[in-house]
């Protein structure tokens, strides 16, 4: 089983990002709306709708994978123009869900997130 971790903010994943970068694994990366309590839904409908599509599809996953979700604030905090993940030169998040394969420039954007073949074929390669 691929490793998983969560942040909850872009200084943490990057600071564990170059702490991992020696491992050459493949490294995949959900950006997505966070959820609320006690219900675990994000406020992200397009996250809703991938996320059990995207956790049905960790079966592809190499086991010296990792896969890593980064929640990226509520609803305020993610449509601000300023927002970290938005503004900062390597990750430019456009929308969520974004998955993204870390280093090898293939990425999965909004209903591309729910697509079980394009899962696989991200997670295979």
Do not use: H
């Amino acid at each position: 089983m691929a490793k998983q971790s969560v942040f909850y903010s872009l200084s943490d994943l990057k600071a564990y990002l170059a702490s991992i970068e020696s491992l050459k694994r493949s490294t995949f990366i959900l950006f997505t709306g966070n959820k609320d309590q006690p219900n675990e839904q994000s406020w992200c409908p397009d996250c809703n709708v991938a996320d059990p599509v995207i956790k049905k599809c960790f079966q592809y996953l190499s086991d010296d994978a990792e896969f890593i979700t980064c929640f990226v604030g509520d609803t305020p905090t993610w449509k601000n123009p300023q927002n970290d993940f938005r503004t900062d030169k390597e990750i430019q998040l456009k929308c969520i869900p974004t998955l993204i394969k870390w280093k090898k420039n293939k990425v999965l954007k909004e209903d591309q997130c729910a697509d079980e073949a394009l899962l696989q074929m991200l997670f295979e390669d």
